[in-house]
C-alpha cells in the first residue's frame, strides 16, 4: 500500500511542526513567567507600602491608647472633685475622653484592616512564587523536549535517508549484477563466440586444402587456428578471472592481488608497486574475496579519478588482523562533499559495507592535491574458529 510506505519527507514535516508548536508553548510560558515575575514586583511594592502604613496606624493606636487613658484618668478626677471644676470643664473632659475612644476605635480598625490586607498580599505572593517556579521547571521540560525532538529529527532523517540509501545500494548490486551479465555476455560474443565461428570456418578451409592435397596452404591454415584458439582461450581465462578470481582458492590474496596489478599496471598505464609484511598465511575464502574486491575498487577508483602516476599497495599479515592500504599520489577528494554526492557513487559505500560485513574498519585519508590512502584492517581469528565468510562473497 502506497500509504504504508516510510515517506521521510511527511515525518519530518510533521515533527517540525510539532517542534515549532512546542517552541510556541515554550514562549507563552516564558510570557507567563514574566508577567508573574513583574507582578510579583508590584505585590512586593505594595505590600512594602502597606508594612509603613500599618507601622504608622499601630504608631497612631498606641498613642491614642495613651492619650484615652490619660482622658480616662482626667475624667475620672474631675468627676471625682466634681465641685473644683466647672459644668463645661466636666463636659469637656468627657467629650474629650469620648472622642478619644471613637478614635482608638477607628484606628484599631484600621490596623486590622491592614493587617488582613496585608496577609492577603501575603498568600498572594506566595501563589505568585509557586507559579513562576512552575512556570520555570515548565520551561526547562520544554526545552529539554524540544532539544530531544530537534535531535530526534537530525537522528531520524539519517535514519530515513540510509534506509533510502540502502533502498538505492540494493537496487545498484541488481543493476550492478545486470550489468555484469551484459557485460560478459557482449565480451563472449565479440571474443571467444566470434573466434569459434572463425574457428569453424578455418577448419573448413583446411579440410579442403587437405582434400585437394594442399598440404602447404592446410598447415598454415592450421597454425592460423591454433593462434587463434591461443587468443581465445587467453580471452576466455580474462572473461574467468575477471567474473571470479579462481586463482585466489589455489593460491590465495597476495600472489592474486600480485597477478592482477601487474595486469593492471600494463593496461592502464600505472606505476603499481605492491608489498607484503608479515607471515602470509590463508585466510577465510570469503575474506580473501572480500579484501581482493575492495583492493579492486580502490584502484579502480585510483584509475578512475586520481589522476595519479603512481600507486602503493600494501599487504600487512598482523598477529590478529590484516592490514591492507592503497595508496596513490593523485588529485585527492573531499571526502565530505563526497559524502553529500553519495548518488552514484557505490563504491567507497560498498567498501565500508563489505569491511562492516567483516568487522573491521576502513580508513580514507585523502589531501586535495596529494593523494588519497585507502587503509582496511579486518580482524582475524587465528583460532580458526572463523565461520569462512562465504556469506560475505559476491
Ligand atoms: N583515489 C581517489 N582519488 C581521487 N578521488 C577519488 C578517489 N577515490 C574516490 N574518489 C572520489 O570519490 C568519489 C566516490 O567514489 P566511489 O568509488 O564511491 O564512486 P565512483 O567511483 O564515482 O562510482 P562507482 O564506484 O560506483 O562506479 C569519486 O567519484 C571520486 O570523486
Ligand atoms: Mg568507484
Redesign the pocket.
Known amino acids: 500500500m502506497k500509504s504504508s510506505k516510510l515517506d521521510g519527507y511527511k515525518l519530518e514535516e510533521i515533527l517540525h511542526k510539532t517542534i515549532r508548536a512546542i517552541d510556541q508553548s515554550k514562549e507563552q510560558i516564558f510570557e507567563i513567567a514574566e508577567d508573574a515575575r513583574s507582578e510579583k514586583e508590584n505585590l512586593l511594592r505594595k505590600l512594602e507600602a502597606l508594612r509603613e502604613e500599618t507601622k504608622k496606624v499601630i504608631d497612631e493606636v498606641d498613642q491614642l491608647e495613651a492619650r484615652y487613658r490619660r482622658a480616662r484618668t482626667n475624667l475620672a478626677d474631675v468627676s471625682r472633685n466634681f465641685k473644683l471644676y466647672t459644668e463645661s470643664d466636666i463636659q469637656k473632659a468627657y467629650e474629650e475622653a469620648n472622642q478619644l475612644q471613637i478614635d482608638l476605635l477607628m484606628a484599631r480598625e484600621r490596623e486590622a484592616n491592614l493587617k488582613i490586607l496585608r496577609n492577603e498580599l501575603q498568600m498572594r505572593l506566595k501563589n505568585i512564587n509557586v507559579t513562576i517556579e512552575r512556570a520555570e521547571v515548565v520551561a526547562t521540560q520544554i526545552g529539554v523536549v524540544s532539544d530531544y525532538l530537534t535531535g530526534d529529527i537530525i537522528k531520524m532523517s539519517e535514519a530515513v535517508e540510509s534506509a533510502q540509501y540502502k533502498q538505492m545500494f540494493g537496487l ?1 548490486i541488481i543493476q550492478a549484477q545486470e550489468e555484469e551479465r551484459k557485460r560478459v555476455a557482449r565480451e563472449i560474443h565479440d571474443g571467444p563466440a566470434q573466434s569459434m565461428a572463425n574457428v569453424v570456418l578455418r577448419t573448413e578451409i583446411a579440410e579442403r586444402f587437405m582434400n585437394v592435397k594442399q598440404m602447404d596452404q592446410a598447415i598454415q591454415e592450421l597454425k592460423d587456428l591454433k593462434f587463434m584458439v591461443r587468443q581465445s582461450l587467453a580471452d576466455v581465462r580474462k572473461i574467468i578471472f575477471d567474473l571470479r578470481p579462481m586463482a585466489l582458492d589455489d593460491l590465495g590474496l597476495f600472489p592474486t592481488l600480485r597477478k592482477y596489478i601487474q595486469e593492471m599496471a600494463k593496461r592502464d598505464n600505472l606505476d603499481i608497486d605492491l608489498s607484503l609484511a608479515g607471515r602470509e598465511r590463508r585466510l577465510p575464502s570469503g575474506m580473501e574475496v572480500a579484501i581482493f574486491r575492495l583492493v579492486q ?2 584502484l ?3 584509475v ?3 589522476q ?1 602516476t603512481k600507486a602503493v599497495v600494501k599487504v600487512e599479515f598482523q598477529s590478529g588482523q590484516i592490514e591492507v592500504s592503497v595508496k ?1 599520489n ?4 573531499d571526502e565530505e562533499e ?1 559524502e553529500k554526492q553519495k548518488e ?8 565500508k559495507e563489505r569491511v562492516d560485513l567483516l568487522e573491521g574498519d576502513l580508513e580514507i585519508q ?1 589531501i586535495k592535491n596529494k ?2 590512502t ?1 587503509k582496511i584492517r579486518v580482524p582475524v581469528n587465528e583460532s580458526g574458529e572463523i565461520s569462512d565468510g562465504s556469506e560475505n562473497e559476491n
Open positions: 545498484k575498487e580502490a579502480n577508483n585510483v578512475k579519478h586520481a595519479a596513490d593523485g588529485i585527492g577528494f563526497q552514484g557513487h557505490f563504491g567507497l559505500m560498498g567498501m585523502s593523494g588519497t585507502i
